[in-house]
């Protein structure tokens, strides 16, 4: 067997090394932001890196491309309303929003990124029927109590409640989890509410890069780290923070939030249907 030049064993090697180093800085990165990151300002970090998101935009490839096979089959599921008022959470740049109104919904939106909260201002801009409000899952959770800039949301009816495309993901506490459904069964509460989310199997695979975190996590307790962090919880550059969920964690909020789970996805990106409980 011909053996391979040195320049090219060479060339593997750097290879190798800059995976490591590449992989390395990422947990790094990942394990500092979970150990001395307030968990409240999660949501800002977050909100910050979709400011890059230029394709979430109208004329962006995201936007352009329209819903994604499995939000057309599931606004098509006899569950959802084929007319009436619709609340958005988390808009993005307008994407679902411009599904919607063409599809002759009425439509309330909000979202907290400046940048994305301007392109779905456009294409809400001369439509009849929308309404579009810069503001947060905070925001809405707070609107359940009549408070923040939401709070008219308790003087308005809907038929539908949609949270924009892996939103409820960027949640990464049990209070806001929670506290984000509570308000919309409170709101709405008749109406049935879809979300989408990132999953993490049931067992976490045992890797090099998950012996890595085991060891440095071991070492910011010791330097004084005092803060559990969530099994689910994750960090990517452009989409800030993430919390996976596991199907357990997915029904126990629903009926901790006084919903039931009508229909339940798993796999192209995962998503739920949940009507109000009776009790």
Same mark, same amino acid.
């Given at each position: 067997m011909p053996t391979l030049p040195l320049w090219a064993r060479a060339l593997r090697g750097i290879d190798r090394l800059a995976w490591y180093a590449y992989h390395a800085h990422e947990i790094t990165r990942d394990e500092l932001f979970f150990a001395w990151l307030r968990p409240e300002l999660r949501s800002e970090a977050t909100v910050a890196a979709y400011s890059e998101m230029r394709t979430y935009l109208p004329g962006g490839t995201t936007f352009e491309g329209g819903l994604f096979g499995w939000e057309q089959t599931l606004l098509e599921r006899p569950s959802i309303p084929r007319s009436g008022r619709v609340l958005l959470a988390a808009a993005g740049g307008g994407r679902e929003l411009k599904a919607l109104l063409d599809r002759g919904f009425e439509v309330t939106a909000f979202?907290?990124?400046?940048? =994305?909260? /301007?392109? !779905? $201002?456009?294409?809400?801009?001369?439509?009849?029927? !929308?309404?579009?409000?810069?503001?947060?899952? *905070?925001?809405?959770?707070?609107?359940?109590?009549?408070?923040?800039?939401?709070?008219?949301? !308790?003087?308005?009816?809907?038929?539908?409640?949609?949270?924009?495309?892996?939103?409820? &993901?960027?949640?990464?506490?049990? /209070?806001?989890?929670?506290?984000? =459904?509570? !308000?919309? $069964? &409170?709101? *709405?509460?008749?109406?049935?509410?879809?979300?989408?989310?990132?999953?993490?199997?049931?067992?976490?695979?045992?890797?090099?890069?998950?012996?890595? $975190?085991?060891?440095?996590?071991?070492?910011?307790? $010791?330097?004084?780290?005092?803060?559990?962090?969530?099994?689910?919880?994750?960090?990517?550059?452009g989409g800030g923070f993430v919390y996976s969920f596991t199907h357990e964690e997915v029904s126990s909020l629903a009926s901790l939030a006084g919903y039931q789970i009508e229909f339940f996805d798993e796999k192209i990106f995962p998503h739920v249907v949940l009507l109000p409980s009776a009790t």
């Open positions: 979202e907290p990124n400046p940048v =994305l909260f /301007d392109g !779905a $201002r456009r294409v809400a801009a001369g439509r009849g029927g !929308a309404r579009v409000e810069q503001a947060s899952y *905070a925001d809405l959770i707070a609107a359940a109590r009549g408070v923040g800039p939401l709070a008219w949301l !308790a003087k308005e009816s809907f038929d539908y409640v949609l949270f924009g495309w892996g939103s409820f &993901t960027h949640l990464t506490q049990l /209070d806001l989890q929670l506290g984000a =459904l509570r !308000a919309v $069964r &409170t709101l *709405a509460p008749q109406a049935p509410l879809s979300l989408s989310f990132f999953m993490r199997p049931a067992q976490q695979p045992d890797s090099r890069s998950a012996r890595m $975190r085991g060891l440095l996590r071991s070492a910011l307790r $010791r330097a004084g780290n005092p803060r559990p962090i969530e099994p689910g919880l994750g960090y990517d550059y």
